[in-house]
């Protein structure tokens, strides 16, 4: 690939796949980090708070408690947001859900509509370690019929590159409510510490 990361950036601003199929997305496209991270974080899809207030991933309630995990395998917020790359599967905004309480969850069109800059920053970013948070993200590197409770807690190595799965922090989410599923995430964070000890990171 000849292009750069800010090549593809700039492409991903200008991009209008979604609006033009007729979906309800809004901008503008969310992403962080730099080409030289060797952590990338992956997401589902920004939400209100980081398309109009701070314009940065993992800004809201979700992303607050996203942090605390990473804080405690020994990462610190403002060194993820500037030595780290985070981006997610669909990079704008899908909109309130039907009974606008939560966000509404890319339709698959749209996943497959954004992969393609997805790959591309994989690719130029080219990580050692991912983590995927949430089920979307999940299903992008290790397809769909899973369960999480069969990946969290865990690390697994794909294509050279090592990925730590982690739930979707929302606190909505039932699932990391339960105090089995609290264990695994707690084995999670201890992956990741070790991650970070292995590759410096
Ligand atoms: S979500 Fe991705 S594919 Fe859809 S308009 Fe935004 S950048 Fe383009």
Redesign the pocket.
């Known amino acids: 690939m000849s292009e750069s990361l800010q090549d593809i950036q700039a492409q991903?601003r200008l991009?209008?796949?979604?609006?033009g199929a007729g979906?309800p997305?809004q901008?503008p496209?969310i992403f962080s980090g730099t080409a030289a991270a060797r952590l990338m974080i992956v997401g589902q899809?920004p939400g209100r708070a980081e398309v109009s207030e701070t314009l940065r991933p993992f800004s809201g309630s979700a992303g607050a408690r996203l942090f605390r995990w990473l804080k405690q395998a020994g990462f610190d917020q403002c060194d993820i947001r500037e030595q780290h790359y985070i981006s997610s599967i669909?990079?704008?905004f899908p909109g309130a859900n039907a009974s606008g309480r939560g966000d509404r969850a890319?339709t698959r069109a749209?996943q497959r509509?954004?992969s393609e800059?997805l790959e591309a920053e994989v690719t130029l970013v080219d990580p050692e370690v991912i983590l995927p948070v949430g089920k979307l993200a999940i299903e992008r590197f290790f397809g769909k019929g899973f369960k999480l409770v069969d990946l969290i807690g865990n690390r697994f190595q794909v294509d050279g590159r090592i990925f730590i799965p982690f739930p979707h922090p929302s606190g909505a989410s039932s699932w990391i409510q339960q105090s089995e599923h609290q264990k695994l995430i707690r084995q999670a964070i201890n992956q990741l510490a070790q991650a970070k000890m292995e590759f410096d990171l």
């Open positions: 991903v991009c209008i796949r979604c609006s979906y997305i901008g496209p899809a669909t990079k704008c890319p749209e509509f954004c800059w």
